[in-house]
């Protein structure tokens, strides 16, 4: 650009600048550096209102309901090893990382009887498979005498896939989590009829809780007929209660007879 002023002017006006300090020449159009410090203020003021307070709650993540998640994976399950793929991906259970294996069944699938127990004990968690230790070798003891068998026409499985550590009680909230496993899996087994073992069994299926005065009396699950028993491990521990147990077994034969 041609400029107005003299070469000696020029020189002049600039040496009176490089008095004044100016060391630079960055633009040739002025630049408000008032307005420039008004904006950075105010765009660090709009920062500053975008993160979160030392005092504010902290953003919520998404909340997971595992229930909810559960439901959703068994019910997608449209056969009994879709539902085992679905429990072995579930990743909500606490009780997954403590076991060495899924529980998820024995037996014959299909068969007339489900029995449902409570949970895997150590034995089940190191085979994988329900009731092998000394309750279900009693278990079995019990049924050959009416002709059942997980050979042949006994379904088995747990309201629990996973032992839960030094086998304590499964906790309610672990139970809620497993029910709609529990339920897709009868719908998916479809058994006749269903033997319920335990107190932790009957709580989760039948909602009641006080096997000596439920026992040897049919309940429903749905539209299923249920038959309450004592769990085996009881019976090893108190052998007199066998008599009943023996009863509950010739009631459920009874009952197979009844309804073909
Ligand atoms: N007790 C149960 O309730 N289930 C098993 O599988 C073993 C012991």
């Given at each position: 650009m041609e400029s107005a002023l003299d070469w000696h002017t020029a020189r002049a006006l600039l040496e009176w600048q490089w008095e004044l300090g100016v060391d630079e020449a960055i633009s040739d159009t002025p630049v408000d550096r008032f307005a420039y410090e008004t904006a950075l203020k105010e765009q660090a003021r709009a920062k500053a209102a975008q993160m979160p307070q030392a005092d504010a709650p902290p953003a919520r993540a998404p909340q997971i309901d595992p229930v909810e998640e559960a439901r959703k994976a068994a019910n997608a399950a449209r056969d009994l090893?879709?539902?085992r793929a679905a429990l072995a991906g579930f990743e909500y259970c606490d009780l997954k990382k403590g076991a060495r294996n899924l529980v998820f069944s024995d037996g014959v699938p299909g068969?007339?009887?489900?029995?449902?127990?409570e949970a895997p004990g150590r034995d089940e968690d190191l085979q994988g498979k329900p009731?092998?230790?000394?309750?279900?070798?009693?278990?079995?003891k019990m049924l050959a005498p009416v002709g059942l068998s997980r050979k042949e026409n006994v379904y088995?499985?747990?309201?629990?896939?996973?032992?839960?550590?030094?086998?304590?009680?499964?906790?309610?909230?672990?139970?809620?989590?497993?029910?709609p496993f529990l339920q897709r899996h009868i719908a998916?087994?479809?058994?006749?009829?269903l033997v319920v073992v335990g107190n932790i069994s009957c709580q989760a299926l039948l909602g009641k809780r006080g096997i000596t005065r439920l026992r040897g009396h049919w309940d429903q699950v749905g539209d299923r007929p249920a038959l309450p028993m004592f769990h085996p491990a009881y019976l090893?521990?108190?052998?007199?209660?066998?008599?009943?147990?023996w009863a509950d077994i010739l009631e459920l034969?009874?009952?197979l007879e009844v309804i073909v």
């Open positions: 090893p879709g539902l068969a007339r009887v489900m029995i449902i127990g009731f092998v230790g000394r309750a279900g070798q009693l278990l079995d088995i499985s747990n309201v629990l896939p996973w032992r839960p550590p030094q086998n304590r009680d499964p906790k309610p909230d672990e139970i809620a989590m497993m029910q998916l087994a479809n058994p006749d009829l090893l521990r108190n052998p007199g209660a066998k008599r009943e147990a034969a009874a009952k």
